[in-house]
């Protein structure tokens, strides 16, 4: 926003050992953020990946100043998270996992509360939430009750009530669990617009697809700790890049060929598994062809061969030793 | 102070369009005005009963009986916004945490004015005859305890999250208050036991108040007794919800 020449731009958020305790009955203190430094930068969208229970929420909380950390620092759009909470609740939106829409209140009513507690005058709300209805597409529904809306339309409404005051940082709490694939791919459309408008995007998911195609980086939170931090791509190279497997007839041929292809320095790591032989490389794309000769060179070439690029799936196994999949699930 | 006139108004707008609350209050004393005020027209002639019209005895009772089963269960309402999220919502906007709560506290004392009137109108039908002056000072009365029963509801609201928590604990203090303060029968008649704790009873000082209030009694010394007692509680008790609305992680 104030990016003039020269001058070095500050964070928009910045950790400095954030924790937070909370006091379960009986069991004694539960670290939910256990002293995490992160700094997230003008512009982002950054995601914060992990399982239900790994602290993503707690941390987000603190940020938007719902939650008093136990210990440790923040600033937030340049404010401090305590001494100067009035300012940072100006400058920042946030849309929670229930939204907080009043479902027998019109979704336009529910955003001209929003507006003028933000204290705008009776006008001047009226004119933004009108720009707002119009450009998310949603004057179809705004007068009509909340309670009438679909999962979709509400979360595009939640989004609206987020943005009523133009802040430079947008807190999204699992953005779109348990939407329909079109909604999902709706709401992250006006993300990475309002992204592109130039708000920056603070986000915690536990979907991996989510991360992989909104984020410019993720944090992957686990046990109240950050585990890994990186662009997508970075952190899917940290595992050990691309898998390709061949599928052969034979053990006796999956031997014969993973004796070919031992000493090639392309090859990162090789497994067999069966009758497949895995290989790891670091482009699956560039490995490939010359694979397919070096294998075609014995007595029996491959019979199958597959490409899979890594997950962050891959990168949470790697880790923290389970899978984030299950994690869900289970929680 | 605009904060909490926006958010007592979009309360208030949610009440008119889910008016379930707005009657949840004033569907039992409704039921006592046309049930039970028949039945104490044949015992308002046993000796040391105030009234010689059950009616002039039985409905200024029933306005402060409203206060409890309709301030008294404004928590629910507070517990469904947690829920919902929307407090939340709100608390992430710069509207301060007092702003907060006296607009959840102006909305339940609206309610409660516009509830008591119909209570009053009713009660007209029922051959009620009452003292204008001393009926408005009741109204200012009700406003006062409605504020210290919402207040506590709010609060337990805050600190149970649980609907069915809050229900049990307010259902249990409720009925004990309300047979203590008189409402029904005369503490006259009970033994001197229920006669010596019924004064440990706030509502017994609001209902006799609330009787020499609509009789015309205006020089009774229950009047400033009974506001001294709820001026003191209701201070209290919005003390106390203010600080669980800043404290609360709704």
């Known amino acids: ?331 | 102070m605009r904060d909490a006139y926006l958010i007592a108004k979009n309360e208030l707008l949610v009440t008119v369009r889910n008016p379930y609350w707005l009657f949840h209050g004033i569907v039992q004393p409704i039921i006592y005005l046309v049930l039970f005020a028949p039945l104490l027209n044949g015992v308002s002639h046993v000796p040391g009963f105030p009234a010689k019209n059950a009616i002039q005895f039985f409905a200024p009772g029933l306005l402060i009986m409203n206060v409890l089963f309709s301030a008294g269960f404004e928590g629910f309402t507070l517990q469904d916004k947690v829920e919902s999220g929307f407090l939340e919502r709100l608390r992430v906007t710069p509207i301060s945490r007092l702003a907060l709560a006296w607009g959840f506290i102006l909305q339940s004392s609206a309610t409660l004015i516009f509830q008591s009137l119909i209570l009053i109108a009713c009660s007209l039908l029922f051959g009620l005859r009452l003292d204008v002056l001393g009926a408005a000072i009741l109204l200012l009365l009700i406003v006062l305890i409605g504020v210290m029963m919402a207040s506590v509801s709010f609060t337990l609201a805050l600190m149970t999250r649980e609907g069915g928590i809050l229900a049990g604990i307010t259902n249990t203090f409720i009925l004990p208050l309300l047979i203590l303060s008189g409402v029904m029968l005369p503490i006259g008649f009970g033994p001197p036991v229920i006669q010596t704790i019924s004064h440990l009873d706030p509502f017994f000082y609001a209902v006799n108040a609330a009787r020499a209030l609509v009789n015309g009694l205006l020089t009774s010394v229950s009047i400033p007794e009974a506001f001294a007692v709820f001026a003191v509680l209701s201070a209290i008790t919005l003390a106390l919800f203010i600080r669980s609305m800043r404290e609360a992680v709704a």
Not at chain 1, 241 to 266: H, N
């Open chain 1, 1 to 331: 926003m104030e990016s003039s020449a020269g001058a070095v731009q500050a964070p928009i958020i910045q950790t400095e050992r954030l924790t937070k305790t909370f006091d379960a009955k009986g069991r004694g203190k539960v670290e939910a953020v256990r002293g995490i430094d992160l700094t997230v930068n003008e512009g982002e969208i950054f995601g914060l990946l992990g399982p239900n229970g790994a602290g993503k929420t707690t941390m987000m909380r603190m940020l938007c100043t719902l939650l008093v950390p136990t210990d440790g620092r923040a600033t937030v759009v340049g404010c401090d998270l305590i001494a100067d909470q009035a300012a940072l609740r100006r400058n920042i939106g946030y849309v929670g996992q229930k939204g907080g829409m009043e479902v027998v209140a019109t979704g336009r009513e529910n955003l001209m509360l929003q507006a003028l507690l933000y204290r705008m005058s009776r006008a001047e709300a009226a004119r933004t939430v009108d720009a707002l209805i119009e450009r998310l597409k949603l004057t179809a529904f705004a007068d009509r009750t909340a309670d009438t809306y679909s999962g979709g339309q509400r979360r595009i409404f939640d989004l609206a009530a987020g943005v009523v005051n133009a802040p430079r940082l947008l807190f999204l709490d699992e953005p779109t669990t348990g939407l329909d694939p079109q909604s999902r791919s709706r709401v992250w459309e006006e993300v990475s617009n309002l992204n592109s408008g130039g708000t920056s995007i603070f986000l915690t998911t536990h979907y991996l697809e989510e991360a992989d195609a909104l984020c410019s980086r993720v944090a992957i939170v686990d046990r109240g700790q950050i585990v890994a931090l990186g662009t997508p791509a970075e952190l899917k190279r940290q595992v050990a890049g691309d898998r390709l497997t061949f599928g052969y007839d034979s053990e006796a041929d999956v031997a014969a060929a993973a004796a070919l292809v031992d000493d090639d320095a392309l090859v990162l790591e090789q497994r067999i598994d069966g009758t497949a032989l895995q290989i790891y490389v670091h482009s699956g794309d560039d490995a490939l062809p010359e694979l397919m000769r070096r294998l075609g060179t014995g007595h029996a070439p491959p019979k199958t061969v597959h490409l899979a690029r890594p997950t962050l799936d891959d990168v949470f196994i790697k880790l923290t030793g389970r899978t984030l999949a299950a994690e869900s699930e289970t929680a």
